[in-house]
């Protein structure tokens, strides 16, 4: 989705206009607007699912409970002695940090989609322009979850954690 959105903006840049900064072509997917519109909404729907079966997921196994922020992790970072109890506490905000995060990249990306239809998400953020800015500061503030969730899971259970995610054991 980063290469595809990066050509649908190098199209019309958000900053400056059609004369503002334009990424590099090499690297970029879709080769003009079109194509790089079809390959963004074709992702779209492979993200939206994704995240609609993991709610759904959560909601059902009842991972809500101890997998995101609660009392406890405030009360952890305030008093706890234990390193590791806070890098598991900030692991937890930060993991329910990225899921309105998520929604707000998808509804705002629909509201781009169709403004005709979907006036009420371009007036709920105000204007178009607006709106842009929002649908694309999603993409370096998710960067930002990916290496502080990393490095997190190393600073909470160290390499164990990570390669109990990728190797069978």
Do not use: C
């Not at 994704?50 to 970072?77: C, E, F, P």
């Not at 509201?111 to 105000?126: C, N, S």
């Amino acid at each position: 989705m980063l290469t595809s959105g990066l050509q649908i903006y190098n199209a019309n840049p958000v900053f400056g206009g059609r004369e503002g900064f334009h990424f590099p072509f090499v690297g970029l997917l879709g080769g003009w607007l079109a194509g790089g519109r079809h390959w963004h909404f074709a992702a779209m729907w492979f993200f939206s699912l994704n995240l609609l079966w993991y709610g759904v997921y959560v909601l059902l196994t009842q991972r809500w409970k101890h997998r995101y922020v609660g009392s406890n992790d405030i009360k952890a970072l305030q008093q706890s002695k234990s390193l590791k109890r806070r890098f598991y506490a900030w692991h937890r905000i930060a993991y329910t940090s990225i899921i309105p995060i998520l929604l707000l990249a998808l509804l705002s990306g629909i509201g781009m989609y169709k403004p005709a239809q979907f006036y009420w998400i371009v007036d709920l953020f105000g204007d178009w322009f607006a709106l842009r800015v929002v649908h694309f500061l999603t993409v370096p503030t998710v960067i930002v979850f990916a290496i502080v969730h990393s490095w997190l899971a190393l600073k909470a259970g160290g390499d164990r954690l990570v390669d109990s995610m990728f190797l069978e054991e």
